[in-house]
């Protein structure tokens, strides 16, 4: 499958995930680093199947508590714990994982890891995101960078 | 009479946005019990009964499919329905977790109808009766 279609399968997943869980609009792509400097959360998991691959999600921290505040039904001012945090940032990049592993026409079902937080300060990918996606609708503006790297394996 | 629930998930932000969904479909009333994997579930369900089971499949310790191996295989548990609640929504996955046993499959991420409607489709007639009281 040519990398376009994985980058808009990514696009398209990450939509469904943030739209119906976490009732926030996706307005389309946007600039990788645009809130450069800004803390960031980030979560990977591994998927094992055909292919395998990994999935790394990094969120500016105000939007992931922005986030965070929806899916949690968080009170005005209610203020989420940095646990609270990492496990919705970690649910984020599981539910869109698998989202995006659904759309896969395959007769095979993947395995998934548990996701996993990425300490900050920890190097991130070394390539430019797959997709940087502009989300807002009552989370403010910002950005979500995802990566998609897929193990290429012999037959 | 409330229904009660338990909620089988290793992530306890998705246990609670469970929760909320549920009260939100308008089920305020049902009861919730919580595990974090299948071995703490499978120790609950023997020590309370619950109308339904919401499991999720990747968990430590013990995954969703061990717990609706090990709760078919129980005389007694193999009775209280299981409802599959996953981020993993490949058909294949979906017809082997119904053929261990599952009633109902739940691919996150999902509309709160969704898992109303699963619900009340596999609670069917227990359902009904909570709500006449």
Not at chain 1, 82 to 99: H, T
Not at chain 1, 130 to 142: H, M, P, Y
Not at chain 2, 18 to 43: H, N
Request: hydrophobic content about 45%; aromatic content about 4%.
């Amino acid at each position: 499958m040519p990398d376009r279609e994985w980058d808009e399968m990514l696009a398209a997943a990450t939509s469904e995930v943030l739209e119906t869980m976490f009732f926030t609009g996706v307005d389309g792509p946007a600039r990788a680093g645009g809130s450069a400097g800004v803390p960031r959360l980030a979560a990977r998991l591994g998927f094992e199947g055909t292919p395998s691959g990994v999935l790394t999600l990094s969120v500016s921290e105000p939007v992931m508590r922005a986030l965070a505040a929806n899916f949690l039904a968080a009170e005005e001012g209610e203020t989420l714990s940095a646990g609270q945090l990492g496990s919705v940032v970690c649910e984020l990049a599981n539910m869109i994982c698998g989202s995006l592993l659904s759309r896969v026409k395959t007769e095979e079902h993947f395995r998934l890891s548990s996701p996993e937080l990425v300490p900050e300060g920890a190097p991130g990918p070394a390539e430019p995101p797959s997709q940087s996606l502009v989300v807002s609708d009552g989370v403010g503006e910002g950005v979500v960078d995802l990566w998609l790297a897929l193990e290429c394996r012999a037959n | 009479m409330a229904f009660r629930v338990l909620i089988v998930d290793d992530s306890p932000v998705m246990r609670a946005f469970i929760r909320r969904i549920i009260a939100l479909s308008g089920m305020e009333d049902a009861d919730f019990l919580e595990a974090s994997d299948g071995r703490e579930a499978l120790t609950l369900l023997r020590e309370q009964w619950v109308d339904v089971v919401l499991t999720d499949i990747n968990m430590p310790s013990m995954d969703g499919e061990e717990l609706v191996r090990c709760l078919c295989a129980d005389d007694v548990l193999k009775s209280v329905p299981v409802v599959i609640v996953s981020t993993d929504g490949t058909e294949t996955r979906m017809q082997q977790m119904l053929s261990l046993g599952a009633r109902g499959y739940v691919k996150k991420p999902f509309m709160p109808e969704t898992l109303r409607e699963e619900l009340e489709r596999v609670l069917g007639g227990a359902y009904a009766r909570s709500r006449m009281g």
